[in-house]
Nanobody, 124 residues
Framework: QVQLVESGGGLVQAGGSLRLSCADSGRTLSNYAMGWFRQAPGKEREFVAYISRTGYNIYYADSGKGRFTISRDNPKKSVYLQMNSLKPEDTAVYFC?????????????????WGQGTQVTVSS
């Protein structure tokens, strides 16, 4: 069983940076492709970034291109999302998710396991 726990969220001023972490306390994370999603108040959950099992394939939503970097450390069973130049519109609960790597990377249905989320608040 994959058990994902996110951390690293918090309150930051616009232009600042945060590094989110997602750790798996269960099965080996290297078997799974990983994604980051976010959900702002009153909005649907949306795709942020994807990284394949080996880290060879990486995709970003347009909203994060040039500002966000997804990475993974399989021996540490962890995935990271480095977020720079944060904007107030980045305020959301951020979720990490694990999937087998099939289907569309940006689709929530491609992921089987989800963390509880970590709040990111960017003040203007």
């Amino acid at each position: 069983q994959v058990q994902l726990v996110e951390s690293g969220g918090g309150l930051v001023q616009a232009g600042g940076s945060l590094r989110l972490s997602c750790a798996d306390s269960g099965r080996t994370l290297s078997n799974y492709a990983m994604g980051w999603f976010r959900q702002a108040p009153g909005k649907e959950r949306e795709f942020v970034a994807y990284i394949s099992r080996t880290g060879y394939n990486i995709y970003y939503a347009d909203s994060g291109k040039g500002r966000f970097t997804i990475s993974r450390d399989n021996p540490k069973k962890s995935v990271y999302l480095q977020m720079n130049s944060l904007k107030p519109e980045d305020t959301a609960v951020y979720f990490c998710a694990a999937g087998r790597g099939y289907g569309t990377a940006s689709s929530q249905t491609s992921y089987d396991y989800w963390g509880q989320g970590t709040q990111v608040t960017v003040s203007s």
